[in-house]
């Protein structure tokens, strides 16, 4: 079992800056991509960002290209997700998952939410002036 923690969130303005973290205990985090997740009120659930295991392979979606960063320190079973230049549609909870036998997140595949076995429980961020 793998257990997520979201952190970082919050109240930001147009333009401004956030760092997402997400933790996780029970297993080590090396062995799993790991994907962020966001929730709009009102709206679905859609794949912001992955980042693979080994070779460290990233995919953004096209809302988020350039503007949003994700890394990973496999020595604090951390997943950070750098939001840039933020934008009020970028308003939203914001997730991160992970799944048994999941290590390649592939830069030209839009990510999917299902097969996720682990989510965390969020983190908010609102971007509002």
């Known amino acids: 079992q793998v257990q997520l923690v979201e952190s970082g969130g919050g109240l930001v303005q147009p333009g401004g800056s956030l760092r997402l973290s997400c933790v996780a205990s029970?297993?080590?985090?090396?062995?799993?991509?790991v994907g962020w997740f966001r929730q709009a009120p009102g709206k679905d659930r859609e794949g912001v960002s992955c980042?693979?295991?080994?070779?460290?392979?990233?995919y953004y979606t096209d809302s988020v290209k350039g503007r949003f960063t994700i890394s990973r320190d496999n020595a604090k079973n951390t997943v950070y997700l750098g939001l840039n230049n933020l934008k009020p549609e970028d308003t939203g909870t914001y997730y991160c998952?992970?799944?048994?036998?999941?290590?390649?997140?592939?830069?030209?595949?839009?990510?999917?939410?299902?097969?996720?076995?682990?989510w965390g429980k969020g983190t908010p961020v609102t971007v509002s002036s």
């Open positions: 980042i693979s295991t080994t070779d460290y392979s990233t």
């Open positions: 029970g297993k080590t985090l090396d062995q799993y991509a």
């Open positions: 998952a992970t799944a048994d036998t999941w290590s390649y997140c592939d830069p030209k595949a839009p990510l999917r939410d299902y097969g996720m076995g682990y």
